[in-house]
């Protein structure tokens, strides 16, 4: 029986746009806003970072191989829960696993409800970066510059890029 085997607690986006992400950000924004709770897995799509130019973009490279990885997704579930009421804001995290199962079980488990994407071990994404281990941060400000990588300055990086000046921690 289809409807006892599909598994709805994980939704598995696919583009079908001209190729530039237009389509799947707005797919991704929406699904954002009318179901908060449910984890989003990308499959089968390059994500452009030309579709969140204007916005600060945190990139976050992790595997579930990653020990602290693994640990930290409860900070980072927490931080962007509370960065994502800022609406320049976006964050998706790249994962270097090989299975993608693998990667959408831990997703799904964890509820992670920002854009997932598996890049796999041999990235171009992550040389790009010059990503050489796991976690890894990059954030970028809306003008497509890297403001930031690692994690020692990013809160700080955070906050200077989207204007917070609370003095409560993300």
């Given at each position: 029986?289809?409807?006892?085997?599909?598994?709805?607690?994980?939704?598995?986006?696919?583009?079908?746009?001209?190729?530039?992400?237009?389509?799947?950000?707005?797919?991704?924004?929406?699904?954002?806003?009318?179901?908060?709770?449910?984890?989003?897995?990308?499959?089968?799509?390059?994500?452009?970072?030309?579709?969140?130019?204007?916005?600060?973009?945190?990139?976050?490279?992790?595997?579930?191989?990653?020990?602290?990885?693994?640990?930290?997704?409860?900070?980072?579930?927490?931080?962007?829960?509370?960065?994502?009421?800022?609406?320049?804001?976006?964050?998706?995290?790249?994962?270097g696993d090989a299975n993608e199962p693998t990667v959408q079980k831990f997703v799904n488990e964890q509820k992670l409800t920002w854009p997932q994407?598996?890049?796999?071990?041999?990235?171009?994404?992550?040389?790009?970066?010059?990503?050489?281990?796991?976690?890894?941060?990059?954030?970028?400000?809306?003008?497509?510059?890297?403001?930031?990588?690692?994690?020692?300055?990013?809160?700080?990086a955070l906050r200077e890029a989207l204007e917070i000046t609370d003095n409560k921690s993300n």
């Amino acid at each position: 029986d289809l409807e006892t085997e599909t598994d709805l607690s994980t939704l598995r986006v696919f583009d079908a746009g001209v190729g530039d992400g237009t389509v799947l950000t707005r797919v991704m924004r929406e699904m954002r806003r009318r179901f908060p709770t449910i984890p989003a897995y990308v499959v089968g799509k390059e994500i452009s970072l030309e579709g969140h130019r204007g916005k600060v973009l945190l990139l976050y490279f992790w595997s579930t191989s990653c020990a602290p990885c693994v640990a930290s997704m409860p900070k980072m579930k927490e931080s962007y829960e509370a960065l994502s009421k800022y609406q320049d804001f976006a964050m998706v995290s790249l994962s270097g696993d090989a299975n993608e199962p693998t990667v959408q079980k831990f997703v799904n488990e964890q509820k992670l409800t920002w854009p997932q994407v598996r890049i796999g071990e041999d990235s171009k994404i992550a040389a790009a970066y010059s990503v050489t281990g796991y976690p890894s941060y990059v954030l970028i400000g809306r003008d497509g510059k890297i403001l930031c990588t690692g994690a020692s300055r990013l809160d700080a990086a955070l906050r200077e890029a989207l204007e917070i000046t609370d003095n409560k921690s993300n």
